[in-house]
């Protein structure tokens, strides 16, 4: 695809669901970004996969929050028992490698309820 | 600690008028800085980043070490402008992951 396509766009789920989220990034890119982006704020960052390793996780907020690239290419975000907290747009990012221009997808919108 | 702050939330002015989108940042290193823009229903996208020097769209941005800063600068503002930007700190790790302000909205009443 021309872009960072992630799935779904809109997710509902109710308080104590496990979610998938799923990123598609640019085809080639081997850095891939993890953002969490809560209403009126900035992107924070999440994680970060360099192909199929995870360099960085230092932002995932808790345990709940679990983020995989097995294959090098797609990758999932998973959050167990979400809490209303967790609402907020998760967007993907890609780049073909560190200090390069990285590329955001459209995000998926969670709302626990 | 490595901090990005943007200090207004809306920034609100006429067509033809000049903009300037305030970021200030806090960065022990050599730091690099970018410009993020959202425009309505679109994703983020890199607007410009400090090491390349070039204006976007009639923007500028020049960063100041002295004062931590690195303000975006349009001299003649245009509707199309209108939009959420967000001033980001990179250059902190070997992932090249940022660090994002608040953001600004702009916007460019006719």
């Given amino acids: ?113 | 600690a490595q901090r990005v702050t943007q200090p207004e939330k809306l920034l609100s002015v006429f067509k033809g008028a000049p903009v300037e989108l305030k970021c200030n940042y806090s960065y022990s290193g050599s730091p690099e800085l970018f410009w993020y823009v959202q425009y309505s229903r679109q994703r983020l996208q890199l607007l410009l980043r400090h090491i390349s020097r070039e204006s976007i769209k009639g923007f500028t941005a020049d960063l100041n070490k002295g004062e931590t800063s690195f303000h975006l600068k349009k001299p003649f503002a245009q509707e199309e402008d209108s939009a959420m930007y967000y001033c980001a700190l990179g250059g902190s790790s070997n992932t090249g992951k940022l660090i994002f302000g608040q953001g600004t909205t702009l916007q460019v009443k006719p």
Wanted: contains cysteine.
């Fill in chain 1, 1 to 113: 695809g021309a872009g960072v396509s992630q799935s779904p766009r809109y997710k509902v789920a109710k308080r104590g669901q496990d979610v998938a989220l799923r990123c598609d990034p640019i085809s080639g890119h081997v850095s891939l970004f993890w953002y969490q982006q809560a209403l009126g704020q900035g992107p924070e960052f999440l994680t970060y996969f360099q192909n199929e390793a995870q360099l960085d996780k230092s932002g995932l907020p808790s345990d709940r929050f679990f983020a995989e690239r097995p294959e090098g290419s797609v990758s999932t975000l998973k959050i167990q028992r979400t809490q209303q907290e967790d609402s907020a747009v998760y967007l993907c990012a890609s780049s073909t490698g560190v200090g390069n221009t990285i590329y955001f997808g459209e995000g998926s919108w969670l709302t626990v309820v």
